[in-house]
């Protein structure tokens, strides 16, 4: 079985294609005719991305050499080659990730704008990645007795709070209040109501190679309704001491990922710069779709809430999601483009790209 097309010629009126052949070394490579090639999808990737190359350079003849052959040039050939082997690249990240998650739903990954390949040095998780010495579990031993949740003494009431969502199983409250779900202590079964941010998210994402210069983005590949659940931020969990050291060298490097968990005190940071989800991809924008709320569910200490990200209106299948950087809780949050916010701490002001009609012109 081969693993890619490389290059292809022309000679005495018979297509020749380069194979690179599974398993072996490129020292193994041979030139095969079509007729020899029984793998549509990689033929109409290789054609695809040697007309994509050549309608950016508005070039549309092929390099005539010796012995009538007919070649593709050097420049064309050797996108052709990089973009096979990204393919390769992006399609086992795509893999890998799928595999860590711990949701239904699925991650694809897509770049039909440059060769960047799968990000270096990041590590797909699920929930917090606590440093040594903070427990992001404080040992809750009990929880509801509702039968049918909520009742009179549902936890949100049991906090102070009402419930978060109402029977469509969406938000009702307001930015800025606190959502208390059920834990692993209650009575309750699975399908609480109010059993939602702990499910992950329930939509399929695709994290995606932007076309102006904000590096990666995710869009959903589904309907989302307004004041609906799509996804956590988690990271690592660190110290305000170690996030002000790390985001010293986060601002040499113009890129940080450092969210202040900042609801009752600025005790605690999380960083997803190593160790995040999806959420690690998702860019600022002036006008949002996504708002950030406190959860609190198995760890009720107030320092340290777990942070969902809800729709604030009716998104469409196919559109990016963003959310504004600047919202309460994320102010030091910075994507991994250049268009990243910078923290505060920062004196350069940043640019946005958001394009929104209302942007404020910089993310910081």
């Not at 079509?34 to 350079?57: A, G, H, I, M, T």
């Not at 076309?211 to 988690?234: A, D």
């Not at 609190?296 to 969902?308: C, G």
Request: aromatic share 10%; charged share 25%.
């Amino acid at each position: 079985m081969w693993l890619n097309l490389y290059l292809f010629l022309y000679f005495k009126g018979t297509e020749y294609y380069l194979v690179k052949w599974k398993g072996w070394p490129e020292s193994s490579n041979t030139w095969e005719p079509q007729k020899n090639l029984k793998c549509p999808l990689l033929l109409q990737n290789f054609l695809s991305d040697k007309n994509e190359y050549l309608s950016r350079v508005r070039e549309g003849k092929a390099l005539k050499v010796r012995n009538h052959v007919k070649a593709l040039k050097p420049a064309v050939a050797d996108y052709i080659v990089k973009k096979a082997k990204q393919r390769i690249a992006l399609r086992r990240w795509k893999e890998e990730l799928n595999r860590k998650k711990n949701h239904k739903a699925m991650i694809l990954v897509e770049n039909t704008v440059d060769l960047e390949g799968p990000p270096l040095d990041f590590y797909y998780i699920n929930e917090y990645k606590p440093a040594p010495g903070i427990n992001v579990i404080n040992g809750i031993t009990t929880g509801c007795e509702c039968a049918d949740c909520p009742a009179e003494k549902c936890c949100p009431k049991e906090a102070g709070f009402i419930l978060a969502y109402n029977k469509q199983k969406k938000l009702k409250i307001q930015p800025g209040l606190p959502i208390y779900e059920c834990n692993s202590f209650c009575r309750c079964g699975p399908d609480c109501p109010n059993r939602i941010v702990q499910k992950g998210t329930p939509y399929s994402l695709c994290i995606f190679r932007t076309n102006n210069g904000r590096g990666w983005g995710v869009k959903t590949l589904q309907k989302i309704k307004t004041n609906s659940f799509v996804m956590e931020y988690v990271g690592e969990v660190i110290t305000s001491e170690e996030a002000e050291r790390r985001g010293q060298l986060y601002d040499n490097q113009g890129n940080t990922y450092l969210f202040d968990l900042d609801y009752d005190s600025d005790e605690f940071t999380v960083d997803a710069a190593r160790y995040g989800n999806v959420s690690h991809f998702v860019n600022h924008s002036c006008d949002p779709n996504l708002q950030v709320f406190n959860v609190f569910i198995d760890n009720l200490d107030l320092r340290l809430p777990r942070i969902a990200l809800f729709s604030t209106r009716t998104i469409k299948a196919g559109e990016e999601l963003t959310f504004d950087y600047q919202m309460k809780g994320s102010i030091d949050l910075t994507s991994d483009s250049a268009d990243g916010l910078s923290p505060s701490r920062k004196r350069i002001r940043t640019v946005c790209k958001c394009g929104a009609v209302c942007c404020r012109g910089y993310l910081n």
